[in-house]
T-cell receptor
Framework: GQQLNQSPQSMFIQEGEDVSMNCTSS?????WLWYKQDPGEGPVLLIA?????ELTSNGRLTAQFGITRKDSFLNISASIPSDVGIYFC???????????FGTGTRLKVLA | GAVVSQHPSWVICKSGTSVKIECRSL??????MFWYRQFPKQSLMLMAT?????????EQGVEKDKFLINHASLTLSTLTVTSAHPEDSSFYIC??????????????FGPGTRLTVL
């Protein structure tokens, strides 16, 4: 199936550092969602974006819907050990309710 | 956020048997639910869309006779893996949009079901 390009694939960072990851699509999306998945569990919704240019925060997390509507990024500020996990972006275009998922960014935080 | 549950959380079965997985929306009604499969260290791949009161729609390459979906009520969808084989071993996750009529501004996921076929 179709997937979004998400980068980086994985990253190791020191506790307290900021993290940035992004997602790009070849087609225009109407909605972008960002999820975090811990091992053996289902994804948990972090942030939802519905308009081009929209910038939304959820605690230490900030996500933006790209102006071109073909990309989105997620920032995590002052990372902590519990930020470890896999982060997925997901999006859908017009005329469909089916979401496409990114390839995931595996985050590891070094204490 | 809206709560979606799945049962069982894990199951081990013998090759050739059938396994049923339930997905329930606990605090909202869902006319549409989605079933995903996730292999280790990979992303989520949509298998099918479950529609209350009508047939499920399957993604390309997904065998509808092998993965039977029944959306019995506005809060329950079931996925039955028929004649399971080791290659069907995977993490199966359902999701549902918390809006009536299937509108999907967001999706909330269940905790997943780990299927292991021996």
């Amino acid at each position: 199936g179709q997937q979004l390009n998400q980068s980086p694939q994985s990253m190791f960072i020191q506790e307290g550092e900021d993290v940035s990851m992004n997602c790009t699509s070849s087609s225009i999306f109407n909605t972008w969602l960002w999820y975090k998945q811990d091992p053996g569990e289902g994804p948990v919704l972090l942030i939802a974006l519905y308009k081009a240019g929209e910038l939304t925060s959820n605690g230490r997390l900030t996500a933006q819907f790209g102006i071109t509507r073909k990309d989105s990024f997620l920032n995590i500020s002052a990372s902590i050990p519990s930020d470890v996990g896999i982060y997925f972006c997901a999006g859908h275009g017009s005329g469909t309710y089916k979401y496409i998922f990114g390839t995931g960014t595996r985050l590891k935080v070094l204490a | 956020g809206a709560v979606v549950s799945q049962h069982p959380s894990w199951v081990i079965c013998k090759s050739g048997t059938s396994v049923k997985i339930e997905c329930r929306s606990l605090d909202f009604q869902a006319t549409t639910m989605f079933w995903y499969r996730q292999f280790p260290k990979q992303s989520l791949m949509l298998m099918a869309t479950s529609n209350e009161g009508s047939k499920a729609t399957y993604e390309q390459g997904v065998e509808k006779d092998k993965f039977l979906i029944n959306h019995a009520s506005l809060t329950l969808s079931t996925l039955t893996v028929t004649s399971a084989h080791p290659e069907d071993s995977s993490f199966y996750i359902c999701s549902a949009p918390p809006q009536a009529g299937g509108g999907a501004d967001t999706q909330y996921f269940g905790p997943g079901t780990r299927l292991t076929v021996l």
